[in-house]
T-cell receptor, first 112, second 113 residues
């Protein structure tokens, strides 16, 4: 079993829809939770960064962490065609960024 | 701040040749990381530096791989005697400290023929 599980998709939604992306994990030591967006042939771009449980909102993006269920989510409101990309969840314990573990990514397509 | 810069963007080489990639991190970041990403997978950790010291290496980093970060600034990743299995995207990232998130460059895509 992988430490971080993420549905690879693809997920296809119409423009304006609310998108829900999720990851589950098994290591209870994870304290830092990130979401990255990766366009084709580009590097991952940091979208959201949260510590421990709770919600964080930034514009159209909301990240949720439920440590009791070992489950994290990213919501995208009013999705746009420019949101079409692969979304990677990532997490690490509080002992260093080199222990950051990534999910395999979910491919999202937003249709105009 | 121009972000993390990697060069070249794409490298095509024949099996058995040596290749070297360069990474310039965000200037105020003292931690630098190398990751590898294959199609349909998330990035996998290879090695990291704090300033000029290489502090951790993954078991993925075989003896054919070597990384350096002279003077704690830019870093190079060299692969000797390349194999077809080395074909991947090699990503460099940097962070301000151990509890800061990673910021990635756009990677070097290696194709070994």
């Amino acid at each position: 079993q992988k430490e971080v599980e993420q549905d690879p998709g693809p997920l296809s939604v119409p423009e304006g829809a609310i998108v829900s992306l999720n990851c589950t994990y098994s290591n209870s030591a994870f304290q830092y939770f990130m979401w990255y967006r990766q366009y084709s042939r580009k590097g991952p771009e940091l979208l959201m960064y949260t510590y421990s449980s709770g919600n964080k909102e930034d514009g159209r993006f909301t990240a949720q962490v439920d440590k009791s269920s070992k489950y994290i989510s990213l919501f995208i409101r009013d999705s746009q065609p420019s949101d079409s990309a692969t979304y990677l969840c990532a997490m690490s314990p509080n002992t260093g960024g080199f222990k950051t573990i990534f999910g395999a990514g979910t491919r999202l397509f937003v249709k105009a | 701040d121009t972000g993390v810069s990697q060069d070249p963007r794409h490298k095509i080489t024949k099996r058995g040749q040596n290749v070297t990639f360069r990474c310039d991190p965000i200037s105020e970041h003292n931690r630098l990381y190398w990751y590898r990403q294959t199609l349909g997978q998330g990035p996998e950790f290879l090695t990291y530096f704090q300033n000029e010291a290489q502090l951790e290496k993954s078991r993925l980093l075989s003896d054919r791989f070597s990384a350096e970060r002279p003077k704690g600034s830019f870093s190079t990743l060299e692969i000797q005697r390349t194999e077809q299995g080395d074909s991947a995207m090699y990503l460099c990232a940097s962070s301000f400290d151990s509890n800061s998130p990673l910021h990635f460059g756009n990677g070097t895509r290696l194709t070994v023929t």
